[in-house]
């Protein structure tokens, strides 16, 4: 009897595995718009959901994305009710919460600034204190915390980073830091040439933010699946795909520009 008793111990344990792996085979994930790398209207849901749903792919796992505000992601990633959410950067604070995959994609960020008023990063310290803009729920680098710390910059929060370009036109701030591409993409798109002809932006890279897959931690599966994640991602790139994908991406990029 108590051969009987283990042997269907088991047989319920391979079956719970089984069915877990089973239901693991779709990964629900959020995200929210941030063209040109992610949005609904772009090919593929965007570079960046592109490259997770081949990446997964590699490791027999499909995709399925919705699109939804930023704060709503946290909160249900945070709840254990959303499995990973796209295009994040890892912080301290988020990682209470959340685990971060191998970088999938870095972008360059920037600060815009009025013509008439140039504003440089390695001009911060010595200037007049700086009113700088950012948008709610986004990092931008220890560099930027460091400059709010001691006082030399004055931070100014808003809900998007529309919001922060129509400030900067305004007047109302100095500056604002934005990837570049990002910025670009949203002055061509939602501002006149006349806005955007008193705008520039420094060449100078304040931020290298490295755009992750962040997992909830209040889902036990997780762990694994962020595993399945970076070895289909390696693989991606193993394959040349991943420098296939960067490479019709940049060159969608240049012919809007």
Known sequence: MKHHGLALMLCVLCASVFNVAQARQTVNIGYSEYKPYM????????????????????????TNFTMMSSSKIFKLIEAGKLDASVGWTPTKQRARFADFSDPIFTSKVVLFYRK?????WNSIPTAKKVIMGATKTYEYGDKFESAKKQ???????ANSDKINF??????RIDAFPIALDVGQDMLARKFSKRQRRVLDFSSQEIYSEPLTLMF?????????????????????????????ILQKFNTRLNKQR
Request: no cysteine; proline share 3%.
């Open 116 to 120: 008439n008023n140039p504003i440089h």
């Open 151 to 157: 006082g030399h910059i004055k931070v100014q929060i």
């Open 39 to 62: 949005s609904q209207s772009l090919p593929h849901k965007g570079l960046l959901n592109h490259i997770v749903k081949e990446s997964f792919a590699l490791e027999g796992i499909t």
């Open 166 to 171: 129509k400030k900067l036109i305004g007047t």
């Open 216 to 244: 909830s931690k209040n889902m036990a599966s997780n762990k694994a699946l962020m595993t399945s994640f970076n070895r289909g991602f390696s693989k991606l790139k193993e394959t040349g795909d991943y420098q296939k």
